[in-house]
DNA sequence: GCATATTTGTGCGTATGTATT
DNA sequence: TAATACATACGCACAAATATG
């Protein structure tokens, strides 16, 4: 929509017809591996965690060989042009026709590469005049979606989930202290001010209480640390999303209207004790003192009412699949 | 191989034909959203990490509506019974023929409903005689693959990967210290004497170091940081496979046989550093010093000699995609 | 409301690879 | 070793649904 959309000459440097490709003119190169990685491993056992002999991984010299699919190798070759950037979110890809035409696959392969391309949201195709493919850019919910399979197929619960949070975002906080930066510190205050601008609503009040979080971890400027933390975050709201939704909202809000306590009695929608652990990192941190931010934002991250309610939060992890 | 293959009777109690569905019969249930996770936000920002505004989403009340298409609900269903463990690893699907009359599809749809599974690494299809589609469980390394995208598409470094473990780490290292039990140390020396049993091959003693580590973090019974530190694990060895594998390997073995030093000269081929770093490690949580232990351990991440070779390592992670 | 452009789903045919005989 | 049967891979062409203008 904003952009005017540059669907033109897509494969543009790569489009020389290449004589003896197996269907049509993709690029073969036998010796890659394209895309879906086969996984050697994994036998059955469903990853002993206690104290067996962890499955020492030994990666043997060669690995198993699969033969590419032409549909992965349009996936792949669509994929890295996304990633890569050459590709942009909003972008719109050229018509099926001219796209089978530069590829020189027919539709069904065409639209195999498609359909990966979509469950991987890096594309999403909608259909009609002006429809077509249209680029996304790549983000840590499809990997959460992926690892939440993982973890539920482990029998894994919401808690674990917020446990691995728990033991994350300490280590963040202790960084932030040490570093001192008062732009980390601006951020997070600014990051605490939307949070008290949003309505009541239990949506937009849990939103805004992972968005303090996040800031968390993202301004460490570690980025592996805030996709993994944007994926944890992402699988607790997926799961709850359905049902414990209104549940856990009831719970960040503890004491609803507290508004003639004495201090400043009208913008503070979210819960009272949260917000006050938020400014008191805060503080912490713009104060440098490591240790003790790290403490508290354990504590913090531990505390009874800050996990999903409802027993210990020990539901399955089993609400992806509906 | 292993298994006789419960091919028969694939949807079995949800076959009745469902009349007015879009193409056959698979089950419609409009509610549901299948499986792409479309993404709300992100307008093309490359996610401020410094200072910005770090992009409260707000989450809306409704989300955008996307028109399931029939592949994605075979895929779907094929999928759900996979992570619930109906379909376990080795299964082998029915033919073609018979998934098509059970889900009521035809033979292109079924297919890129294959293509998704495939890219998932959920199946995989081989063809000829006694061929089609075969089941595997869900690994984290599919997970990695596509967080590593993500971390590739934000221009993230192998050193950033890196120092997310080395923030996860320790406090698991904390936590086994603190909880003392004697199985995580006869479980952690276990894996450390197989460490010492491989052979001298760069690749198996890389393999043997990782597995200490992820002994580390998956002793403490946490799923999802087990699967989490699975996937860095993985990013690392995928990006340094082609190239920088050698050279990891020979600084892992720093001093190649320094048999005559003394004590024990022949079982160690684990880099001499490093083989003492996890040693020491196993009895700071045998004496229960948590303290030391979290200490220790972070340092022993933080040493430069831990982290690929070659600079700080900041080579990006761009290898993914060939 | 209608025309148009675009994807969607389907059927069938041929080619290719793999395991069995 | 060679022939054969099986199962997927890929292609072409047609009908239907859908969103835009």
Known sequence: MARPAASAALPSGTSQPSPAAPGGQVATEPGRRAAGGRVPGLPGSPAPLTAGPL??????????VRVPKTAELVA??????????????GDALPPEPTLM??????????????????????ISVRRGAHGGARVHAPSPNVAARYAGLVLEHRGAT???????????????????????????????????????SVGEEPAALAAAQAAFHRAVVELTGNKSLSVLTGMLQHLVELTS?????????????EAP?????????????????????????????????AAGAGEHWGRHLAAPGHAVPGGPADGCVLDLLG
Chains 1, 2 share one sequence.
């Open 76 to 89: 792949s070759q669509l994929r890295r042009r996304i990633i890569r950037g050459e590709l942009s979110e």
């Open 158 to 196: 919401l808690g674990d989930v917020h446990q691995a949070s728990s033991v994350i975002e300490p280590p963040c906080a202790v960084l932030l202290a040490e570093r001192g930066s008062p732009d980390d510190v601006a951020a997070l205050r600014a990051v605490l001010a939307e949070g008290d």
């Open 241 to 253: 999303a359905p049902q414990g939704h209104a549940s856990i909202a009831a719970n960040i809000r």
């Open 55 to 64: 499955a020492v991984t030994v990666s043997p010299v060669g690995r198993q």
């Open 101 to 122: 035409t530069q590829f020189g696959v027919s539709r069904p392969t065409l639209r195999e590469a498609f359909r990966v391309l979509e469950a991987e949201a890096l």
């Open 257 to 289: 209207a507290r508004s003639s306590a004495g201090d400043e009695p009208q913008r503070r929608p979210l819960g009272r004790t949260t917000r006050l652990a938020h400014a008191t990192l805060i503080d912490l941190i713009e104060r440098g003192d």
